[in-house]
């Protein structure tokens, strides 16, 4: 199992340019989930996901959207990027639904750097 | 607001040492409190976790301490070792909830 993958590892943008992170799992996990790590912060959930169709705003919702069209797949979209959302990102799944309480298991990470 | 408070920030331990970090919550409605590790470069990935129906978990040298009445716990790792050198989250989560509130982290750097 690859587990889950993340693409791209890095990536740099221009204020007001557009991006898609994508993320993977193959473990067929129902839950899947994005982070951003800032320094000082921790981790806080952006948007997640109980399902294929199925998505839900985290706490720092603003400036991204997701899609769940399959199980496996779960990307994270920068309509307009700002130097706020300059950030590390995780996405992550774990098996149930309600999963707060279920172990996540975290990508590698993209590192986004906002200009 | 911060739902899960971590402390301290950085941690420089000799080996051998016991490696300490606390971590206290305010929702009483919270009924898992899992660790997460991060080695630089990597996500981070469960360590170990606690329920409040037990005041301590052990896994191998990795401890939790769990204080339901003073809403906190804590990580406990003994004879702390270089490879043990890595970012530490406590975690905060309720039943059936999806989201899990993360502290603020802890850099442990364990010196030979």
């Known amino acids: 199992n690859a587990g889950v993958t993340q693409t791209p590892k890095f990536q740099v943008l221009k204020t007001g340019q557009s991006m898609t992170l994508q993320c993977a799992q193959d473990m067929n996990h129902e839950y899947m989930s994005w982070y951003r790590q800032d320094p000082g912060m921790g981790l806080r959930l952006i948007h997640y996901?109980?399902?294929?169709?199925?998505?839900d705003q985290g706490e720092v919702p603003n400036g991204y959207n997701v899609s769940r069209s399959t199980t496996e797949d779960f990307p994270l979209r920068l309509l307009s990027a700002a130097p706020s959302q300059t950030s590390v990102y995780f996405c992550?799944?774990?098996?149930?639904?309600?999963?707060?309480?279920?172990?996540?298991?975290f990508g590698p990470g993209t590192r986004l750097t906002v200009l | 607001q911060q739902q899960v408070k971590q402390s301290p920030q950085s941690l420089i331990v000799q080996k051998g040492g016991i490696s300490i970090i606390n971590c206290a919550y305010e929702n009483t409605a919270f009924d898992y409190f899992p660790w997460y590790q991060q080695f630089p470069g990597k996500g981070p990935a469960l360590l170990i976790a606690i329920r409040p129906d037990v005041s301590e978990k052990k896994e191998g040298r990795f401890t939790i301490s769990f204080n339901k009445s003073a809403k906190q716990f804590s990580l406990h790792i003994m004879d702390s070792q270089p490879g043990d050198s890595a970012t530490y989250f406590c975690a905060a989560s309720r039943t059936g909830a999806n989201n899990l509130f993360f502290g603020t982290g802890t850099r442990l750097t364990v010196i030979p």
């Open positions: 992550a799944s774990s098996y149930y639904l309600g999963s707060g309480t279920d172990t996540q298991y």
């Open positions: 996901s109980v399902g294929a169709g199925i998505t």
